[in-house]
């Protein structure tokens, strides 16, 4: 019986790492630019991006984009931004950088808070 239990915790978790991103929009094409998101649940600002900002682009560019959501509350998802800052971001090179979500990952580049991403993410991801 505890095998049983064990096995259904470990294809639980499984599912939880493969599914740590979730899709805003739903259809993607081979040349959708990515967006990751990285939020917590309880930030004004990161509602403001997820639930105003974000579905505006989604409604001016369509499948140009893919939106994917990281609850960063969520281990497996706030692991995915440290493993970004530490490749992208210098600051977090030189130690130790924890910046307040809301967090946007696109073209090799992070921006956080609301006035970076809502100024700096069109102009990143070169949309007509």
């Known amino acids: 019986m505890k095998k049983i239990y064990l ?4 294809i639980g978790f499984m ?6 991103g979730e899709a805003l929009n739903l259809t993607k094409s081979p040349n959708s630019k990515v967006i990751m998101l990285f939020y917590s649940p309880g930030c004004n600002d990161c509602k403001e ?12 560019y369509g499948n140009k984009i893919w939106i994917e959501e990281y609850d960063i ?10 493993d970004l800052q530490n490749k992208y971001d210098k600051r977090a090179k030189k130690g ?3 910046p307040s979500p809301p ?4 073209e090799h580049k992070l921006l956080y808070g609301v006035k970076d ?12």
Not at 117 to 128: A, Q, Y
């Open 103 to 106: 967090a946007v990952f696109a």
């Open 117 to 128: 991403i809502k100024n700096k993410l069109p102009k990143l991801l070169r949309l007509k």
């Open 96 to 98: 130790f950088f924890n």
């Open 49 to 60: 991006i997820r639930n105003k900002f974000l579905p505006e682009l989604i409604e001016k």
């Open 7 to 10: 096995s259904v915790f470990i």
């Open 15 to 20: 599912l939880n790492v493969a599914f740590a």
């Open 73 to 82: 509350d969520n281990p497996e998802s706030f692991a995915v931004l440290l």
